[in-house]
């Protein structure tokens, strides 16, 4: 399967909208002492059928709880294949996890939003922080249709204003907010309200199966992780690891399921 160019869908750029090209994992700053450590992968499609989504699972969860002191993980939307009443069942399979896991709803998972809260004990819209110096944002971007939305401005707001006296904020949404891959959406002013705040240090998508690398928009940087499930997409199923340092920096890189290999990297 031949991997679709990452900028298929761009055509003419802002000023303020630039493409940055990979880096390599040599070209990385790791921080040398690690205060934060997260993992985000997305698209496990459990249920689909005709696919193997009991193996995907199962690797992801060993591949991730082989990694050493990871403070949460993040199942970035599309739990399950258009069934809502297999949530809970995945659900029970993310408890495996050794880490905190947190989800996002996706366009195929189809649940309401008082089942979400019932099933999750946290609503589709959620915030939380870690050790103190790091504010985690998970904002919806679907609803029991499968549709394509924009996030709830105010909310997002909401919640980054809650967080602005934070050194880090870190921001889920399944869905690109922006129409620079095939399935995103164009919500340019989310994306300015993100680059109002200094703190925002990253923001991360699903969604694109077969896309795996990074946008910055007024030097904000957006991240996909690919796939780890589902019937199409990059055929390497892979997970994305993000880690800060005492110091305040901070590095992201995407790594194989099956073999562990550092496919590429950035510098937050």
């Known amino acids: 399967m031949q991997r679709r160019p990452f900028l298929q869908k761009i055509t003419l750029l802002s000023s303020s909208l630039m493409t940055m090209p990979f880096m390599l994992y040599g070209k990385m700053d790791f921080p040398k002492n690690t205060k934060l450590k997260f993992i985000t992968a997305s698209d496990g499609h459990w249920g689909q059928p005709n696919t193997d989504f009991h193996t995907s699972h199962r690797n992801l969860i060993e591949a991730i709880n082989q990694e050493k002191d990871v403070d949460f993980v993040v199942i970035n939307g599309d739990l399950t294949h258009d069934n809502a009443d297999l949530i809970p069942e995945v659900k029970g399979v993310f408890e495996q996890f050794e880490a905190p896991f947190y989800v996002t709803r996706g366009n195929h998972d189809h649940m309401t939003d008082a089942a979400f809260l019932e099933t999750m004990g946290y609503p589709v819209n959620h915030s939380f922080k870690v050790k103190n110096d790091y504010g985690v944002v998970l904002l919806n971007c679907s609803n029991t249709k499968g549709e394509y939305l924009c996030v709830d401005m105010d909310i997002a707001k909401q919640k980054l204003e809650e967080f602005k006296d934070l050194p880090h904020v870190f921001v889920f949404v399944h869905i690109s907010q922006n129409d620079w891959t095939r399935h995103g959406i164009d919500c340019k002013p989310f994306l ?77």
């Open 192 to 268: 300015d309200l993100l680059a109002s705040y200094p703190n925002v240090r990253a923001t991360f998508h699903g969604h694109d199966h077969d896309v795996d690398g990074i946008m910055l928009y007024k030097k904000k940087p957006f991240l996909w992780s690919g796939h780890f499930g589902g019937s199409w997409g990059n055929p390497f199923p892979s997970y994305r690891v993000v880690e800060v340092g005492e110091d305040g920096k901070a590095v992201t890189y995407l790594k194989t399921i099956k073999e562990g290999m550092i496919l590429n990297g950035n510098n937050l």
